[in-house]
Structure formats: C-alpha cells, structure tokens
C-alpha cells in the first residue's frame, strides 16, 4: 500500500527580550543555577504577574510577518500540573484567545518548489525551569533561571507531507524570528524547540491517521530523523496488523528512535482558566500599524528581491536570504562593490568555506563586510587577479592587514600587466625549460592546449602569482609556437 | 491609651502627651499579658515595633510631621513582611520567613507606622470564625465562649481587645467586615484594584482585596490613604487618583439615599440583628438620609457563585504549596509523588483541603462549563443588580452577619458555615466597596452587631463619611470589652 505521511508542528520560540515575561529578572543563557530567577520566578506566596509589553510587541511582529490576523483581546490562561521545576503548579498561557491568529509561511522544497503552510496560531507562555538529575545522590537539583523566559508557541496546521518539509517549515520559521531579531534562533541552547506531530495514512484517503507527538525535538536533523523513523514505525506497525495509539513519545537522538512518553490515558487534564491576576491584553488597530512599521523586509521577500532584481539564480538567493546576518553580510558586500553576482561568489565560496572550516557564525567574521566589499572590487577593476584575490583574503582572515589595498601593496600582489615585463620572465622560463619546450613542440596541436599549463604555472610562479593570467597565456602560446 | 483612636493618638504623639516608643510599649505589654488566652498575634515583632517607634520618635524630633508616623499597627499574617515569618495561618507556611514586603506593607513603613506583630487568621483565608487555623482558634474579647469571626478574626479581636487601634486584614468574601461586626469594630473593604494584592497571600486573586480595621470610620480613612494606590507590581490594581478620604467625612448626609435591599432582611436574619439595624437606619433618618426598599434579585445566587470561582482559583493559587521550594516538606519522601502528596496532606487543614477538592472539581474537562463559566455569567448578573440599584440610591445598607457572633465549635457543617457570608460575598463578587460599622449589641452575652454599608465602584469616600456620620451621632464604636477586670 502507498502511505502518506501527515505532520503538524508546534515550534517554541524563546523570546529575545532582556527580562522574563512576569518578571524583571534577566533571560541571559548559562549563569549560575538560580541566579536569575526572582520572588516572582520563584513563584514566592503573595507574587504577582506583570506582563512584558517587549514579549507582546515580539509576538504581533511575529503576526504580521506571517499576515496572520491579530484580535484585538487575547487572553492569558493557566494549564495547572505539577512538575518540580515549575514553580506555581501552573503555566501562564494562552488557550482559548491566542495573541496570534491564522496566517500562513511559505516554504522553499529542494528543487525549488513552494509550499505554503497554514498556521493555526501562535500563543504567548513562560517556560519553566530545567530538572537536573546529574550530581545530586539520590535526588534532582532544580534550576529556575530559565522559568518565566517568554516563548511563542507557533501551531502550525497538519500540511506537511515529509520530514523535508517539516524541515523547510522550521527553518521558515527560524529565517522569520531570526530575520525579526524577535529570537536568537539559538537551537543548541533551545531557543526553539519543537514538538512535532506525525500520522500516516493510505494514499488518497482523506480522513487523518492516529497521531504521536514527538515532543522537545531541537535540531533541523533530529526533527528529519525523528519523523523518519516515526513514520516508518507507524507504517510497519498498522501493516503487521496493528494500530497507532495517541500518544506522546521522545526522540532519543545516540539510539536514533522514538520511544513512548505517555499514553492519552495518562494525560494530565491542565484544567485550564483565565488567569485573575493578569488583565485582558487589548491592541488597537494604532498600536497594530505601529509594530507593523518597525517590521524588516522579510526573507521571502528578500529572496524574491535578490532573484528578480539582483538576477541571482535561485539557489544563491535562497542561501544569500537564509538568514538574517547572511542577507546583512551580503548586502553590506554588494554595497562597497557594486556587483552582485562576485558579491554572492565571495560570500558562498571563500568566506563561507573559511567560515565552515572554523564553525564560526558569519556575525562573527574576522573579514568584515566591508573589508571583502573592498577586495572584490580589486578583482572587478583587475588590480589583483584571482590567485592573489585568494591570499589577500587569507591575510585579511589572519588580521596581518586593515584592507585588501594595503595588503596588495604591502606584498606587491598587484597584477602585472606590462607586456614587456611578462615577456622576459616567459623567456626565462622557456631558457630553463629545454626538455619541455621540446616535448611541447613535438605534440599534436590538440594535446599542446594540455601542456601549456606547465609553463603557465612556471610564469606565474616566477611573477609570485602576480603576472595577469591570460596575458601570459596569450603570450606563452604565441612564443611557444614561434618555432 | 488602649481605647483610643488612631486619631487620637496621632495628636497625643504630637502633643508629645507620650512617645511612640511609651505608646508601643504600653501595648505590646499589653499583649503578653491578654493575648495569651485571646489568640489574636501568631507572631509578635517586639525588637522591630520597638526600633520603628525609635525611628519615629527621632524622626519626629527632627521635625518629621507625617500624620501616621510612630501609630502602632498589627498586619493580618496574610500579608508578606521581609525577615518575619509570614504564615497564612497554615502549618505549610509555618517555617516561611518572606525575604520581601507586600506593597501595602512598604507603604506603611514609609508612612512611618510600627507593625506590632502578624495577626491570626483561618489558614489561607478560608473561614468565617477563626476556628481553621494551625495557631488555634481566637477568642472574641465581647465573650470568650464566641468566635471573632473570619478570616481576619486575629485583626478584628486585637483592635477590639486594646491591642491595637488599627489592623490589616483582608476581604475575599467578608473576612474583614464579618469579624469587624462580631468583634465591635470598623472595617473597610475597599473596591477590588483599590490596594495593591502585591505581597498579600493569595487565595481568590479575583476576590481578594486588603482594607483597614479600626476603631472608627475616621481611622479607616487615615489608614485607606495610606495603603491605596496603583501598584505597578499588581496588574489588577488600578490607576486611579487616590482622594483625600478625610476631606468628605464632615459632609452632610441631608438628602442621601439610602436603599436597603429586601433580599438582605430575609429569612434567616437573626431579630436582634435586624432590629440592631433598622435602629441604626432610623438615625440615618433622622439625619436627613432617604430610605428606600431596593431588590437584588440574584443575591440567592452569590453563595453558590463564590463556592465555584473561589475554590477553582485557589486550587491553583495553593499548587505552588508542593514542598519543593519553601513551606512545609514531609520527612523523606520515597519519590516526587510522596513529596507532593505527604507535604500537602500533613501541610494544609481540612477547610483548605476542602475548597482545593471543590475547586479541582469544577475546572475539570467535562465541568468548567457547568460551574466555573456558568458562575462567571452568575457573577456579571450580581454585578448588573448592584449596577441598577446604584441608579437609584447611593448607598446601600443591611447587616453585614446574619446573627451576632456564635459560640466557638457551634458550626460544625461547612455549609451552615458558609451561609454566614450570606450578606457579603456578592460584594466581592461585585468589585464594590462595602464597610462594616458597630451598630448595637444583642442582648445576651453582649455580643456586637454591625451595619453594613456598600457603595459604588471607587466611593470609599462617600462610604467613609456616610460612616463617619454615623459615628458623630452614636457611640457603639467608642465601647470596650473589660477584658483586664477579669484577668486581675
């Protein structure tokens, strides 16, 4: 039987505001445990709320960028149960009026296809604290700092029909927070996290599968494994003869598996009702148009601009687009040299391969924007050629020069163009080279193309990479065939 | 100096007639010596009293004139208070010290006032007689064999008593004017968002409100002054200009009018309480007021209301109570599931495990509808009767207990229990402000009575001097129980 494969998402997005949601405690990563959690984190008695208007504008922006309609009341809820690292016995959320309505993202496939996928909402909540089980005998210790950090919960509709899609939706998803500065994106220290939601079912029905939901997923990898392996457990299952329960189930990423959690029968009834010591939040259409005047161009519409006006091919505008920091790299490059298609070359070739080789993420870059703005346009106006193009970026990389300029001067990389000067050293050449020139000379004219290359590099070398490369082409076959 | 008003002593203290110290000291003296018997303080804060009424005394010297600077006070133990235990009446808080103040607490330090201590109260609020503490149950100064009422029983009995001439306590469905009636004194709630919930232990955040109990309308306007407020800290608190409460307590009550809803002297209401008031309405007659009957047609359905909203909000309200943080922890819990059950099975009373059950109960799938969103549409129509009623009069009146207060381990059934609350509740439920004044005595066992008076959203002002009125004309706020004849 052909099978279709049903996913569904909730991505949680953790906020980049400076305080917590509730509270004015820092959401800064990695401190001590239970430094930054305050008597409100703490859920101390007699504490109250105080919403973050940072976490409210955060979300709206969210909202427009996904064209989603945003009510003009939104609610906050509690879901009471009880875990150790969550302080009160509940979690402050939304449930039944959400601060993000429907509206959609649209996803790029592998061969350039786009796929738009709906969203169901998007809510406000606080996270709670993390559980550690290591170093404690016989007990858990709990860490509060990240309790109360804000997190958009992004529910997406069931419309992906692949792990590559559920793949491409998350990194949508990651481009626009990012793109937003709404979220760091930071998936290794779960600034998101996603909970992923798999069925399958017999080609051509209509009627959904029974679902699991593989919770707490947090690399594009692991979600494209976990949903592989889901997918394939569940089909195996119901072919031998068996059936799919609701339930909740963990990806165990060293055995490259899912295993259950909890069955439906298990599940907590959260008991949810709106929490009394927080009022209705309630955005006018001013305050809307407002958050929707501080939005960045997008990377859909980004990737569109790149392609139709900067005539990128599809692929480099998607990759150039792909993230924020990328796109502002790309473009402060394309700004001091003025041509796209060596601006996108440069970044996609030797920068990010330097990048790569030394994990280091582009904000990063030792080779400023416009450092490598300045070198391209070097090679545009034919000062150096691509040889030296490649050691003076090395040097700027290595922090031995301020700008490609004072690098090609300093080292004499600039392009030798002088007729008479390339003419002697490929005499000398051809002077040291009895044997070759021989050989060269005895060969079939198809195979001397071939052998030029030799006293190509010997020219080149003698210039120390300088000598313009088709001048001494030209004038090496020229001499070479004299005789 | 025990009988009199916070009034009083503010122009004794700037008279130099006493120091805030002679002042402190004489009552917390006289707290070791009764309060043994009367229950009223679960803790007394003597070094901190004594070192605030220093502070005054020497700020006063330098020229200091804040009117409520160096006047004792005592805070219902609701109330969180920086490096002093704050218990909520409950064995689960019994180890908690609050490494911070409520707001309303700062507020009185920075007015310069001296809490003498953390009155007793039903554990978490939830009672009307006092008699669901871990601290034991408090004794009405009137009569020892009746209870003071509830929850803030500690606060009513200790301004009663002489221990001191004002309290906190706080009103989640009568808890201050209910034992500010049975024990003889003043007590305010004022309208919900008036005074900072910051702080203040929280057990019906939508409901709860914290006021002033005193020795009279005056001292309640003082206090209210004091502790009104935005608070940025409290989202439900509200921004609104906080008056002066004393500028209108002079005006003439000629032309006033008073409604008294029929539903309030029904069956149930003890006579001697109705006579008490209705007395205590002839005087408002006789000053001028108009009185007229008044309906609110859905006051039958506020018992049941409040026991689905307050029970459902404090089921999560207590769930940070799990003997993980702070509070009470069972001995060597077997795993997470012991720990949860052991600490809040041996931590929390009856009544308090009681309500978390209740309230469980209606937030459950298959229930919410039923109870708690049936009871919110319950709570806008009793809201909408206090609405209309206030288009046609200013203020309303009533008792504000059924009966005078009853002897102590009378009430044994929850329900009859929570039928004292009968005249109270819907108030909460309401938002409105609504204050307790002495009105007379039943005739046996001397037990006080109070008149009930509510206002419109945000009129503590016109509740204050409708009181107040009351007060120039009568003296049942200016008795005292003889409790040192007795003791001698």
């Given at each position: 039987m052909q099978w279709e494969t049903v996913i569904g998402l909730e991505v949680h997005v953790q906020l980049a505001?400076?305080?917590k949601i509730f509270s004015g405690a820092s959401t800064a990563f990695?401190?001590?445990?239970?430094?930054?959690?305050c008597a409100i984190d703490l859920g101390l008695p007699g504490v109250l709320p105080v919403l973050n208007e940072g976490a409210v504008a955060m979300a709206v922006q969210f909202g427009l960028a996904i064209d989603a309609h945003i009510p003009d009341t939104s609610l906050f809820e509690r879901k009471n149960y009880f875990y150790p690292d969550l302080p009160k016995g509940y979690q402050t959320s939304q449930m039944a009026q959400p601060i993000v309505g429907k509206g959609e993202v649209e996803i790029v496939l592998d061969d350039d296809v786009r796929k738009r996928i709906r969203i169901h909402h998007a809510h406000l909540e606080e996270d709670a604290g993390k559980s550690l089980h290591e170093d404690f005998h016989g007990m858990s210790g709990i860490d509060l700092?990240?309790?109360g950090t804000p997190l958009l919960e992004i529910v997406s509709e069931?419309?992906?029909?692949s792990a590559k899609e559920a793949v491409a939706y998350i990194r949508a998803i990651h481009a626009i927070v990012t793109y937003l500065g709404?979220?760091?994106?930071?998936m290794a220290e779960g600034s998101m996290r996603c909970d992923v939601n798999v069925s399958v079912r017999p080609k051509g029905q209509e009627a959904f599968g029974t679902r699991a939901e593989i919770k707490n997923v947090n690399s594009f990898r692991f979600v494209e494994r976990a949903i592989e392996f889901e997918v394939e457990r569940q089909i195996e299952l119901i072919e031998d003869g068996g059936k799919v329960v609701q339930e909740t189930r963990l990806y165990d990423p060293d055995q490259d598996e899912t295993r259950s959690m909890r069955t439906k029968e298990e599940a907590?009834?959260?008991?949810?009702?709106?929490?009394?010591d927080l009022l209705p939040v309630m955005l006018d259409s001013a305050y809307i148009e407002h958050q929707r005047a501080t939005l960045p161009e997008l990377p859909t519409e980004k990737r569109h601009r790149f392609e139709?006006?900067?005539?990128?091919?599809t692929y480099d505008a998607g990759v150039l687009s792909a993230t924020r920091p990328t796109a502002e790299y790309f473009e402060a490059v394309l700004a001091v040299c003025g041509d796209a298609k060596q601006a996108a070359n440069w970044v996609q070739g030797e920068l990010s391969g330097h990048l790569n080789r030394e994990n280091i993420d582009i904000s990063n870059s030792p080779v400023t924007p416009e450092q490598l703005g300045g070198l391209v346009s070097r090679v545009l106006d034919d000062t150096i050629n691509g040889k030296a193009a490649k050691q003076v970026f090395a040097a700027l990389w290595n922090n031995e020069g301020q700008s490609a300029d004072e690098i090609i001067e300093a080292r004499g990389l600039k392009q030798v163009t002088d007729t008479g000067a390339i003419e002697a050293m490929i005499d000398q050449v051809i002077a040291d080279s009895p044997v070759q020139v021989a050989q060269y000379r005895d060969a079939d004219p198809e195979k001397r193309g071939k052998m030029i290359g030799y006293f190509v590099g010997q020219v080149m070398k003698a210039s120390r990479g300088t000598a313009n490369p088709q001048q001494v082409n030209g004038l090496l076959k020229q001499k070479l065939d004299e005789a | 100096m025990h009988e009199m008003t916070l009034t009083e002593l503010a122009k004794g203290l700037k008279a130099g007639d006493f120091s805030s110290r002679e002042l402190t000291t004489s009552l917390l003296d006289r707290i070791e010596r009764l309060?043994?018997?009367?229950?009223?303080?679960?803790?007394?804060t003597r070094d901190q009293a004594l070192a605030a009424a220093d502070a005054a005394d020497q700020a006063r010297a330098r020229g200091?004139?804040?009117?409520?600077?160096g006047l004792p006070l005592a805070l219902k133990d609701i109330f969180c208070t920086r490096g002093?235990?704050?218990?909520?009446?409950s064995k689960m808080l019994d180890n908690f010290v609050s490494p911070y103040d409520a707001t309303v607490v700062e507020k009185l330090e920075a007015a310069g006032m001296v809490s003498l201590g953390k009155t007793n109260m039903d554990e978490f609020a939830m009672?009307?007689?006092?008699?669901?503490?871990f601290y034991g149950a408090v004794k009405n100064p009137?009569?020892?064999?009746?209870v003071p009422g509830g929850s803030s029983g500690g606060s009513a009995a200790a301004v009663a008593a002489g221990f001191t001439p004002a309290a906190l306590g706080t009103d989640t469905g009568g808890s201050i004017r209910q034992p500010a009636a049975f024990c003889g004194v003043t007590g305010l709630k004022p309208?919900?968002?008036?005074?900072?919930?910051?702080?203040?232990?929280?057990?019906?955040s939508s409901l709860d409100q914290g006021g002033p109990m005193a020795r009279s309308a005056e001292d309640c306007a003082h206090l209210l002054g004091a502790i009104a407020g935005h608070d940025?800290?409290?989202?439900?608190?509200?921004a609104r200009v906080v008056p002066?409460?004393?500028?209108?307590?002079?005006?003439?009550?000629?032309g006033l009018k008073i409604g008294l809803p029929k539903e309030y002297f029904g069956?149930?209401?003890d006579p001697e309480v109705e006579r008490a008031v209705r007395e205590a309405i002839g005087v408002y007659e006789s000053l001028g007021a108009k009185v007229c009957e008044v309906s609110?047609?859905?006051?039958?359905l506020a018992i049941p209301a409040y026991y689905v909203i307050a029970p459902a909000e404090a089921s999560s309200n207590l769930s940070?109570?799990?003997?993980?943080?702070?509070?009470h922890r069972c001995n060597a819990p077997a795993d997470l599931e012991d720990l949860y059950k052991r600490s809040r099975a041996e931590g929390f009373g009856d009544e308090v495990k009681r309500r978390i059950l209740i309230g469980t109960h209606t937030l459950s799938e298959g229930f919410f509808d039923a109870y708690y969103r049936k009871a919110q549409q319950v709570r806008r129509l009793i809201r909408q009767d206090f609405l209309d009623a206030f288009d046609e009069v200013d203020v309303l009146m009533g008792?504000?207990?059924?009966?005078p207060a009853f002897d102590l381990?009378?009430?044994?059934d929850p329900v009859s229990m929570y039928l004292q609350d009968i005249y109270t509740i819907a108030i909460n439920l309401a938002g409105i402000p609504g204050i307790s004044v002495p009105a007379g005595f039943s005739g046996q066992g001397q037990r006080p009575i109070g008149l009930q008076i509510l206002g419109q959203h945000f009129a503590e002002a016109q509740l204050l001097n409708v009181a107040h009125q009351f007060q120039q004309a009568t003296d049942w706020h200016r008795r005292h129980p003889s409790l040192d004849q007795e003791t001698i």
């Open positions: 505001t400076q305080s990695g401190a001590e445990p239970n430094t930054q959690a700092n990240r309790a069931p419309d992906m029909r709404i979220s760091d994106g930071n907590n009834d959260y008991r949810y009702f709106p929490c009394p139709n006006s900067l005539g990128l091919s | 309060d043994g018997e009367l229950n009223t303080f679960i803790t007394v200091d004139e804040r009117p409520l600077a002093v235990r704050t218990s909520c009446g009672g009307s007689s006092n008699e669901n503490s009137w009569d020892k064999s009746a309208t919900y968002g008036r005074v900072s919930r910051y702080g203040m232990i929280a057990y019906a940025l800290r409290d989202s439900t608190s509200v002066d409460y004393l500028a209108e307590l002079d005006t003439p009550l000629a069956d149930g209401l609110l047609p859905h006051t039958h940070r109570y799990d003997g993980v943080r702070f509070g008792p504000a207990a059924p009966t381990g009378a009430k044994k």
